[in-house]
């Protein structure tokens, strides 16, 4: 990272790291590690979790504090939230579990199922069908997304203990398992250009879809639901026995997905239906 000359306590900051993510439950060392060896592998499987590449830019303003902090701290927070998925993004390929929890990973080598053998009613059945398939990809960009929110409530917190000062654009990209994924807050935009041609890779930070403008009235105005519906969106709609379990989810500042533990207002109707509506089964979920 070049700094062009400038006083490391500028309004302008940058970041480069080799990250290397352990699963939560690990039994050695779960901390997120930073390489201090320019000399890296350049596979990013490793055989206790996974590594990524990291590059974050971030255009400080009113002060350096917040983008000296960002710059420093936001790569910890995306491994963080990465940790619950090791075992998940280690399979690409297969849909990702609903729920977190015992039943999620896949039967042992002897070939005895983790999770209860237990046939929902066929009233339970039809009325759940709908639920949504998930895939690693969207949970890599649901942990991003995560981990600029997380980000933000930390400098909050230290605003005032720490004297953190102004605010900040941020601009990430990681490199994990090969793919190439971009997250930007403020108006910070990332392009690549090959043979000429220049493909936006990022853009403003501002709803983008009919779903998420409608969470983001409901999160604004929660009296307009009636304690009736949630604003947040589930694959599905939520059963009794999956309060404290930890389920995918996504708000109006999400096109990922990621995990959260289930509480009882979230055993609310779902806001966004777009798809049942479609495909006129919206009453199997009344």
Known sequence: VINAGKSQHNEDQACCEFVTVEERDSRLNSKCNESENSDVPTDTKISNGLSFYYWGLFDGHAGYG???????????????QLRDLVHILQQPTIAAPLCLGSGTRNESASNT??????EPPLETALRFHLEKQVFP???VIGALENAFRHMDEHIER?????????????????????????????DSRAIIIQQGKTIPMSQEFTPETERQRLQFLASLKPDLLGNEFTCLEFPRRIQQKEIRKRMLYRDHTMTGWAYKTIEEDDMSFLLCMEKAKRLGLWPLLE
Do not use: M
Request: proline share 2%; net charge negative; aromatic share 2%.
């Open 66 to 80: 917040c983008s000296l902090t960002a710059s420093r701290l936001l790569h910890l927070h995306i491994c963080d």
């Open 113 to 118: 199922p983790t999770q209860e053998k237990t």
């Open 137 to 139: 990809e969207s949970l």
């Open 158 to 186: 230290e605003r005032t203990s720490n004297s953190i000062d102004g605010g900040c654009c941020a601009l990430v990209a990681i490199c994990l398992l090969d793919k190439l994924y971009v997250a930007n807050a403020g």
